[in-house]
């Protein structure tokens, strides 16, 4: 590749965003009418944005692979050259390129233009490639997709064009693996038949959630689970509306700095309400309500809080982004020497948290202070050192990520991997100079004098929904025990039974475990699969044998044969497991 120097990442960087130019490069020998706009790198592969009449298929992604591999051939220098902006312009204006153009006219006056080419091919880029083309060998075009121009609903409609490549042949078969059981994994298939949610966007609304019945069922463990483990960890909980007046936002930036993201105002008594973006302004509100004493902190309100934000229809995805969702919100109120105690309590309570669901591998990252931010940069300086220092304490391994802090605060973001090895932005804990400001938050310290709180922002799971989603497709539907909607599903093999299968599902559903009794008349082996379809951790299975001994016949989903058992000792067996929160 590049250099030896480059860092692993630096040189995926190089080798995908080359590797988008040369998909472009195909496509304008393929197409010569299409228009070019961007193609960055991402995570995971690169893509390309086309404005063309001609609508692509999966057809002519093979096509345009085919021509990508034969343009290879010729192992390209990748080539820069800065040019003027008057040089620029004509060059792609000639070319009838109006994106190109339009990029040109937007930037700042002084900013520095190149054009990068290969081969016969030129692009409008600033750069990070690699330093020829041989290196890109083991790719492949996935999909298909519509995007707009900018971003903006109301321009240009586009046709993307996503790629991945990878610097190995064994790194790309293991990335198709893994994306071909993503696709079996899928929340937005797999929500819908297992009966726990669905979306209605043409009669109830884009990223509006409906749960149903067993999917409810989960989320109400969940948030039970949380309530419980908070209180006993010394949260207080809070609720607050799902709507606020304008000047609630109007002092907390929202208006200022957010509104793009929040649904329009709606008008009642001459006044204007916002349907909450966050329930930060509502948590501060209930601070203020009382004067609070240094002895008092650090004072952590907790709140699974339903928010709206106006998502674009074309980054909504299933319950992974949504317009309604709720937070396990919580804002915690201290001095600045009780941060490292309360930031060390919150990455400790995320690990068992995540732990318990079943997340064990994370990736930290602390984020810093932006070029752009509020506050004193002493303060930042230290608030940074505190949070470095909890990571530390906690036994967190974490990466600096300089510059990336939202402008109030510094941030500790964590990742987490799930069973085939994708990474999700999950747990978040920021630290905030700007809203106490703003709202005047305040408490009176040992020398009796009015000195500014500070402000943690922290969520573990984030949005309820989104984690869902992400569990769905961790668990690929079959939730551990403690998890799943239906923990037992009891199956006689003929109506006589029945009687004996009522009487263990009453025994069962006294000590506290979910169950369903298949009595209908059919045949065990039919029963047996409905069952394993809905993915039910254990079924046990009754005939003669079953009810003479007063046993269960248990098999586990991922078994092929039964168990007999006491149902006594079936009892014990699903409380040890419900208690370790293991998977069947």
Known sequence: MSTQTDSKADTLYKLRHSAAHVLAEAVKDLFPDTKLTIGPPTEDGFYYDFDSEHRFTPEDLAEIEKKMRFNLRSNAKFIGEEVSRSEARKYWADKNEKFKVEIIDDLPADAKITLYKHGKFTDLCKGGHLDDTKDIKFFKLTKIAGAYWRGDEKREQLQRIYGTVWPTEQELKDYLHQQEEAKKRDHRELGPKLGLFSIHPDDVGSGLILWHPKGALVRHIIEDYLKTLHLQ?????????????????????????????????????????YVKPMTCPFHITIYNSNLHSYRELPLRIYEHGTVYRYERSGVLHGTLRARGFTQDDTHIFCRFDQLEAEIHGVLTLARRILNDFGFTNYEVKLSTRPEKFVGDPAHWDKAEAILESGMKRAGFEYEIDKGEGTFYGPKIDLKIKDSIGRKWQCSTLQLDFNLPERFKATYRNDEGKDVPVVMLHRAILG?????????????????????????????????????????????????????KLWEENEKIGAKIRTATLEKVPYMIVLGDKEVEANSVSVRARTAQEGTVMSVDDFIAHLTREVAAKTSV
């Not at 936002?249 to 105002?265: A, I, R, V």
């Not at 003929?494 to 506290?512: C, I, P, Q």
């Open 233 to 273: 960890q010394g949260y207080q909980l809070a609720v607050s509306p799902h709507i606020g007046l304008s000047n609630l936002w109007q002092t907390s930036g929202h208006l200022g700095f957010y509104k793009e993201n929040m649904f329009s105002d709606m008008k009642v008594d001459n006044q204007s309400y």
């Open 463 to 515: 949005s309820i929904e989104r984690f869902f989603g992400i569990l769905v497709e961790h668990y690929a539907g079959a939730f551990p025990l403690w998890l799943a909607p239906v923990q037992v599903g009891i199956l006689p093999i003929t109506d006589n039974h029945v009687e004996y299968a009522r009487a263990l599902s009453v025994k069962l559903t006294e000590k506290g475990f979910r169950t």
